[in-house]
Nanobody
């Protein structure tokens, strides 16, 4: 079992920024494909950004140029920097990890965090 612990959510106004953090075991940070997903009320969960063990990144079209995903091996933490936030970014954000990049891309990673709420007001 891989424990993922998110933090950093909150409430901001349109145009603001937030940084989400996901603490994970060291081997998970180094060896797993990790990502951020979000789910807004009444909507399906969607992938936001992924970071492969090979450091390859992918972003949803809706966040490209505004969000950045990266990891810090020294602190065993995955980050998501969110800038130019919009009301439509409001959602519960989840950190996820899997040894399979394919499962992550299919929105079916093996391990999930508990989520952190992001609210963007207009």
């Amino acid at each position: 079992q891989v424990q993922l612990v998110e933090s950093g959510g909150g409430s901001v106004q349109t145009g603001g920024s937030l940084r989400l953090s996901c603490a994970a075991p060291g081997d998970t940070i180094r060896l797993y494909t990790m990502g951020w997903f979000r789910q807004a009320p009444g909507k399906e969960r969607e992938g936001v950004a992924t970071l492969g063990a090979n450091s390859r990144t992918n972003y949803a079209d809706s966040v490209k140029g505004r969000f950045t995903i990266w990891r810090d091996f020294a602190t065993n933490t995955l980050y998501l920097q969110m800038s130019s936030l919009k009301p439509e970014d409001t959602a519960m954000y989840y950190c996820a990890a899997d040894t399979s990049a394919e499962r992550l891309s299919m929105n079916r990673p093996a391990f999930w965090g508990q989520g952190t709420q992001v609210t963007v007001s207009s």
